[in-house]
């Protein structure tokens, strides 16, 4: 089985304010809140935890799920808590558990609502 990766950017800030010397980003933050809620979700080798400088979409935090055969989703301008970060991984566990990564948009965690930011095909090999 393909593992299914999720991509954290490490550099995203909510705030444009510049960080005080080893004050962690948003970013960082929201990766350790989802990597502390993760072991109660998944199996190791279901889903990949996968730290990026950027992702190139600075609006608040970002993050990409993506697997080989399905589409690849952006969400940004999550705010770096645990609640958002378990809505997150809720949503990984309904992409992953569907055959084509579709998820019914009536059933995704509410604060989530807004982050959506792309939907990126698969690459399919022919």
Known sequence: MN???????ESCNHSSTELAE????DGNILLDKITALYSKK???EELKI???????NC????VAVAHP?????MLV???ADEENASALLEF???YISDPLGAVNWDELPKELDSAFSACIPAVINQ
Request: glycine share 2%; aromatic share 14%; proline share 14%.
């Open 3 to 9: 593992k299914y990766t999720l991509f954290v950017c």
């Open 22 to 25: 080893n004050q962690p980003n």
């Open 42 to 44: 998944f199996a190791p």
């Open 50 to 56: 996968q730290p990026v400088e950027c992702l190139w």
């Open 59 to 62: 609006r608040g935090c970002v």
């Open 69 to 73: 055969d399905k589409p690849t989703y």
């Open 77 to 79: 301008d999550l705010p």
């Open 92 to 94: 990984t566990k309904m």
